[in-house]
């Protein structure tokens, strides 16, 4: 397994590299909208691109599920799962809080996929990298990160983002946003999921949750707060986190403060 990490971190950096080099030369006037407030440039086809031939030809036994590419048909024992720029608003606008995602998943039978077993995450602007292999443990920049210690949701800042791909679940989104408001110290809203899981798993952030976020957006950064000593589940406080894209995690007692407020008020949500 460190050998595929060492895989999934040469990607990342050569998706860095493309970001970075392109970084404030490029505007939403130059970028194809996916839908309302979901923007992709040329540079996100470019950073996948690049990433995905060196994750097929590095590990050939695999297939790759990429934001801008779709998924190659393949019976393979492995799956790439990959955000080549999450947080594509704050780039165009110059705003230097993105990353890139990179998991991999193993197949347990014909069309059935495990578990996460590696994730990795870097931000290209600062170069900070956060990574995670299944059962052991969790680390920045080589270092071991353990989730925050807080057991009160009263003390806590927790992270958010608004559901851009689903808008029509705002209203739902706002009574809960409300009750968490009311009972944390705080609520803060990047921009890139990817990251607010990363220091969500470090304590910078006690806890997250988002509605209808795509696999690519948490399948690393679920594995790094789960690593962390964290728990990630879906609003229905199981695994399937990945299909419903409803997610919530923190440590194990604000995890569960959480998880029974948004229940309160999304619990009509469709998994």
């Given at each position: 397994m460190k050998n595929l990490l060492g895989i999934a971190t040469e990607a990342l950096r050569l998706g860095s590299k493309i970001l970075n080099d392109h970084f404030g030369r490029v505007n939403l006037s130059q970028a194809d909208a996916?839908?309302?407030?979901?923007y992709v440039s040329d540079v996100d086809r470019k950073s996948e691109e690049v990433m995905r031939d060196f994750l097929e030809r590095e590990l050939p036994d695999s297939v790759f599920l990429g934001e801008e590419m779709g998924q190659k048909d393949a019976e393979c024992t492995y799956r790439w799962i990959v955000d080549p720029l999450d947080g594509t608003t704050n780039y165009l606008q110059k705003f230097p809080l993105f990353a890139i995602s990179v998991a991999l998943e193993k197949r347990i039978t014909g069309e059935h996929w495990g578990d996460i077993v590696l994730g990795a995450i870097v931000q290209p602007p600062t170069g900070d990298l956060w990574t995670a292999v299944k059962g052991g443990g969790a680390q920045k920049n080589g270092r071991s990160i353990c989730i925050g210690?807080?057991?009160?949701?009263?003390?806590?800042?927790?992270?958010?983002?608004?559901?851009?791909?689903?808008?029509?679940?705002?209203?739902?989104?706002?009574?809960?946003?409300?009750?968490?408001?009311?009972?944390?110290?705080?609520?803060?809203?990047?921009?890139?999921?990817?990251l607010?899981?990363?220091?969500?798993?470090?304590?910078?952030?006690?806890?997250?949750?988002?509605?209808?976020?795509?696999?690519?957006?948490?399948?690393?950064?679920?594995?790094?707060?789960?690593?962390?000593?964290?728990?990630?589940?879906?609003?229905?406080?199981?695994?399937?986190?990945?299909?419903?894209?409803?997610?919530?995690?923190?440590?194990?007692?604000?995890?569960?403060?959480?998880?029974?407020?948004?229940?309160?008020?999304?619990?009509?949500?469709?998994?």
């Open positions: 996916k839908g309302i407030s979901d210690p807080k057991e009160d949701l009263s003390d806590c800042l927790i992270a958010t983002g608004f559901p851009f791909r689903a808008k029509n679940e705002l209203g739902v989104y706002l009574k809960t946003f409300e009750k968490l408001f009311l009972r944390c110290s705080g609520i803060r809203r990047a921009g890139a999921a990817a607010d899981l990363c220091w969500t798993a470090e304590g910078v952030f006690d806890g997250f949750w988002e509605h209808r976020l795509a696999p690519w957006d948490i399948a690393a950064g679920a594995l790094i707060i789960k690593e962390a000593g964290g728990i990630f589940t879906s609003f229905e406080g199981d695994d399937y986190y990945l299909s419903s894209g409803n997610v919530v995690g923190a440590n194990p007692p604000i995890h569960s403060q959480m998880l029974k407020i948004i229940q309160e008020t999304a619990g009509s949500l469709a998994p």
